[in-house]
């Protein structure tokens, strides 16, 4: 009994199988006549998947449910397939790969577009977590991209195909280029991919959608029915009193709760004043711009926090290193209201050292920051003692650059104001 596979040739999920038998040499057959709402609706099917859902891979020792199950089921059935790497570390990330894929990339995906076709409720927060969610993982995504061609060594494994397969209904419905644009190391990773010849075989031209689909109607409008002339009395009784028509008015959204931080005593020190006096002043900074720090400097108000990067003996390549710090310049973007920062990358060859001075409002690092950006678990976060010159002296090097820093030479030096 050959293979065979219920779905339609378009199903992300059926492709995951189809292009694995391609890279393996299984010859997997579609159902002929698979109508989705139709076939997987019969007895016969419900047999196989009691749920209904597609794809389900017919084989002569019974049928197999679920996408990435299935793509695992073809690889093995090729004897030492290369899909699946070349020792135990890359079975490993290969499956690593596969569930991230699953749960970072293709959920959220979902969890955007999905609402906006009329599969399942609309509702702008949840879209609007969804689109962080999905943002954060390709951030992800794209920093282990960026040295690499694929996920796992230097071919392409099952990991890749299962990540292409989910990208693409992305790419093709909903990430248009003004979004994708962020992550140009996942851009340049999927195309590579869907142009291989077996990617091609089965994906034929992929196109990039070039606008996010509006959302679905709820119902079709009803058309109006013709007004029939009335009686001037009866007009006049037609005309809607006040407070029905303010009933029928759209309720105001409600106002967002307040930041925490919003609630905290008034500071002597002026934020938006020391970020301008930073970015303004281009001579004598030492007189000029730390100077007037130190005179705005609230310890009331605001709090000076040192970092550094945990695992610096990991960052070997140089423009891996800054794409970490952008990527965590980038994702502590909800802070900007509340917060200055000062990261450098140190050292003339890797591995590079990351250092930074941070500026919160308030006498502790904001619980929200923590809670939302998951760099700052990657930090070790000292405060700074402004009792302890030594501190401050750090403190001044930081925030003008100074080098070299700490006996070596920077790298690069960002801020974040």
């Known amino acids: 009994m050959a293979l065979v596979l219920h779905a339609s040739s378009t199903n992300k999920n059926a492709i995951k199988a189809l292009i694995t038998a391609e890279y393996s040499g299984i010859k997997i057959e579609l159902a002929k006549g698979f109508e989705m709402g139709v076939s997987n609706k019969t007895p016969a099917f419900l047999k196989m998947n009691p749920i209904g859902k597609v794809p389900v891979l017919e084989t002569p020792d019974g049928p197999i449910f679920e996408s990435n199950a299935i793509a695992r089921y073809v690889a093995r059935l090729k004897a ?19 569930n991230f894929s699953a749960n970072e990339i293709d959920a959220n995906i979902g969890r955007w577009l999905y609402p906006r076709l009329g599969y399942g409720l609309y509702l702008p927060p949840a879209e609007e977590a969804g689109i962080t969610a999905l943002k954060r993982a390709l951030e992800a995504l794209n920093i282990h991209l960026a040295s690499k061609t694929y996920l796992v060594g230097h071919e392409i494994t099952l990991a890749d195909i299962v990540m292409a397969c989910n990208l693409s209904i992305g790419f093709k419905a909903i990430m248009t280029k003004s979004f994708t644009c962020q992550f140009p190391h996942v851009e340049r ?170 500026l919160f409002r308030g006498t502790e690092i904001p619980q929200f920051i923590i809670d939302e950006c998951y760099d700052m678990e990657l930090y070790d976060w000292t405060k700074v003692d402004i009792n302890d010159e030594a501190h401050k002296e750090r403190v001044n090097q930081m925030i003008e650059d100074a080098e070299p820093f700490e006996g070596e030479p920077l790298l690069d030096a960002k801020c974040f104001k």
């Open 80 to 98: 030492d397939n290369p899909l699946y790497g070349s020792s135990l570390i890359d079975y490993g990330h290969i499956e690593q790969w596969i």
């Open 189 to 358: 990773y999927f195309w590579t991919l869907v142009n291989q010849p077996n990617f091609k075989k089965i994906f034929g031209d992929v196109k990039q959608a070039e606008s996010i689909p509006p959302v679905a109607s709820k119902k079709p409008a009803q058309p109006k029915e013709p007004a029939k002339p009335k009686p001037k009395e009866e007009a006049k009784k037609a005309v809607k009193p006040k407070e029905v028509a303010e009933e029928e008015e759209e309720e105001a959204p409600k106002p967002k709760p307040k930041n925490p931080l919003d609630l905290l005593p008034p500071s002597k020190m002026i934020l938006d004043d020391w970020k301008r006096l930073y970015s303004n002043t281009k001579t004598n900074f030492r007189e000029v711009a730390i100077k007037g720090f130190w005179d705005m400097y609230d310890p009331e108000g605001y709090s000076l926090w040192f970092c550094e990067y945990k695992y610096n003996d990991e960052n070997k390549v140089s423009f891996v290193t800054l794409n970490k710090v952008s990527g965590f310049l980038q994702r502590m973007d909800l802070a900007r209201k509340y917060a200055f920062g000062k990261m450098l990358v140190i050292g003339s060859e890797g591995p590079f050292k990351v250092k930074g001075l941070w």
